[in-house]
């Protein structure tokens, strides 16, 4: 088993290559150094250990690892990483030496291909000595690379001819750039080694007073130039954003166990599956995930909120007090039957009618509880903004699942600026709640699975 042990000693670091001297320049700058041992043995006892040299920039709302791998040692040293200043969520960061914001792009749709930006007017060609940028295909000339690095793809030789946008204005100090990544930023995505093709947004010349809000600089610009650019070449581009750690779903030993794999009996609504695996294949898009599983859901709205409406019109007919000739009686029928209609007003009542036919609180509570960091989040309070937590002391844990399902889905839908008729402001996607969404999705996953489950259109 690969076993990593990190260490902080400068004492540490001596790798007998170049990292050392960037070990040395990370701690003259304040950035924290850490060694990373990972034990490769195994049955094979003559393989040992290796070590690896990580740097951990401070930055956004947890700091930015990289580790510095031999195969790009020139590259590090090549750099002024000392002048790196991270911020936001994007894969992105500020060099106080240039006074220059760099953030990765990516294509909008996989069939979008870089090359069809060199084409855009406006485009200007240089040579690669001509390029004051020192960007990041141009490799240093004694690197020996193997064959096999050549033949996968991994590496591209330099090219002839570099390429940049550059957008500039009379009315601001502030100028922009597409054109190929720097070495600095290649470097921290390993773009280089990936023959990654995608170029990156530049932006120069911001005042000093501006540097504290780095993120909406980006964010404005950025969007501005990418929705026009849109309009006018239906070409989508967008900010590559940073890769949060994977959480793996806890998967049960009835994955591994049980009886065989049986033919289905079962007959499922046919519209209700496909929004159910719209939603699986949205992964990476959590709003349009939790918007689709509540889909899923919804459908059955009609179907359950009836079944409800009819229980409360049978229970007030069954109440020996009930007069039939009496119009205000009958009135409080009409409202119930009225009442149902799918507005805004009781659409929350038919989602907790729905959950409330199709899975109950024992089995719901089991759910949530399986995983800690589940039931921790979802009873944490003001974990998402404007979206109650869970409170298991409460008597009606389905009311309070409702409401929170409910909750997150008015704050996806209601896209205004007032923050529509619940007042709290829009869930954005690519925000850091967006990004916390993933055990609400689990939660909503599930709850769709029991509706579909029991909304199911009897045998095959």
């Known amino acids: 088993m690969t076993k990593g042990t990190p260490k902080e000693s400068s004492s540490d670091f001596t790798f007998g290559d170049g990292r050392d001297d960037i070990a040395l320049r990370a701690k003259q700058a304040g950035i924290r150094i850490v060694l990373h041992e990972f034990d490769f043995s195994g049955p094979d006892p003559t393989r040992g250990k290796d070590r690896f040299l990580l740097l951990e920039f401070p930055g ?54 870089s090359d069809e930006l060199v084409g855009l007017p406006g485009v200007v060609r240089s040579s690669i000595s001509s390029d004051p940028d020192g960007l990041a295909y141009e490799m240093p000339r004694d690197f020996q690379y193997e064959i096999s690095d050549i033949a996968s793809g991994r590496w591209r030789p330099p090219i002839e001819q570099r390429w940049k946008l550059p957008l500039e204005s009379g009315d ?86 049980g009886p065989p794999i049986a033919m289905p009996k079962n007959k499922y609504a046919q519209q209700a599956t496909s929004l159910y695996f719209y939603a699986r ?76 036919a199709c899975v109950d609180e024992k089995t719901v509570k089991d759910f949530i509880e399986t995983k800690a960091l589940r039931r921790d989040f979802l009873s944490k309070k003001n974990a998402l903004g404007s979206v109650p937590q869970i409170n298991f002391r409460s008597e009606s844990l389905i009311e309070q699942v409702a409401s929170r399902v409910y909750a997150i889905r008015c704050r996806i839908v209601h896209s205004k600026e007032d923050g529509g008729a619940t007042g709290s402001d829009v869930l954005l996607p690519y925000s850091a709640e967006a990004d916390r969404l993933t055990y609400d999705i689990e939660l909503i996953r599930f709850l769709a699975q029991k509706v579909i489950v029991a909304g199911s259109r009897g045998r095959l």
């Open 172 to 257: 601001s100090t502030v100028s922009m750039e597409l054109s190929e990544v720097s070495a600095s930023l290649s470097v921290i995505t390993s773009r280089w080694r990936m023959g990654n093709p995608w170029p990156s947004l530049k932006i120069r010349g911001m005042k000093r007073s501006e540097h504290d809000n780095l993120a909406q600089i980006l964010d404005v610009y950025s969007s501005a130039f990418f929705f026009e650019l849109d309009l006018r070449f239906e070409i989508p581009l967008s900010l590559e954003r940073n890769q949060r750690p994977v959480q793996f779903l806890e998967k049960g030993e009835f994955l591994k166990s």
């Open 60 to 113: 956004g709302e947890a700091p930015r690892e990289f580790y510095v791998f031999p195969p790009d040692i020139e590259m590090w040293k090549s750099v002024r990483f000392e002048d790196w200043l991270f911020f936001g969520e994007n894969i992105a960061f500020y060099d106080r030496s240039t006074n220059t914001i760099e953030a990765a792009v990516r294509p909008g749709t996989q069939s979008l291909q």
């Open 281 to 356: 294949s949205a992964a990476g898009m959590p709003l349009l995930q939790f918007l689709a599983y509540y889909q899923a859901i919804e459908f059955f709205y009609p179907s359950f909120w009836h079944a409800e409406v009819i229980r409360r019109i049978r229970n007030e007919i069954k109440d020996p007090r009930f007069d039939i000739n009496n119009d205000g009686e009958l009135q409080r029928l009409i409202s119930i039957a009225t009442n149902s209609g799918r507005n805004s007003s009781s659409e929350r009542q038919q989602l907790r009618a729905t959950i409330d």
